[in-house]
Nanobody
Framework: PLVESGGGSVQAGGSLTLSCRAS????????MAWFRQAPGKERQGVAA???????TYTNSVKGRFTISQDNAKNTLSLQMNRLEPEDTAMYYC?????????????????WGQGTQVTVSS
């Protein structure tokens, strides 16, 4: 299972760091990603990373968010800077096996329960 932490409430322009810990073993190659879902909207890919460090981001967060991982600790992080009210959503961690760098919901097999991020203006 995947367990997210680090969500909370922050004012616009602030920062938060999300973490996701994968209990049990992960297998190489693999990919992990962050998705988010705002009320009344579909789940959207935010950022993805492969086990060899390749990354991709959705356009709206480029330059503001940074995805990283610690393979030894089975943890995934998302550093979020210059947060905007539009970033308000439930954020989910996801895992997939394989080497493909992809930010599509259907490509991921395992999901966390989510952590809420609220950005006020």
């Amino acid at each position: 299972p995947l367990v997210e932490s680090g969500g909370g409430s922050v004012q616009a322009g602030g920062s938060l760091t999300l973490s996701c810990r994968a209990s049990g073993s992960t297998y190489d190659p693999h990919g992990m990603a962050w998705f988010r879902q705002a009320p009344g909207k579909e789940r959207q890919g935010v950022a993805a990373i492969t086990s060899n460090g390749a990354t991709t981001y959705t356009n709206s967060v480029k330059g503001r968010f940074t995805i990283s991982q610690d393979n030894a600790k089975n943890t995934l992080s998302l550093q979020m800077n210059r947060l905007e009210p539009e970033d308000t959503a439930m954020y989910y961690c996801a895992y997939r096996s394989g080497s493909l760098l992809i930010l599509v919901e259907g490509a991921y097999n395992y999901w966390g329960q989510g952590t809420q991020v609220t950005v006020s203006s």
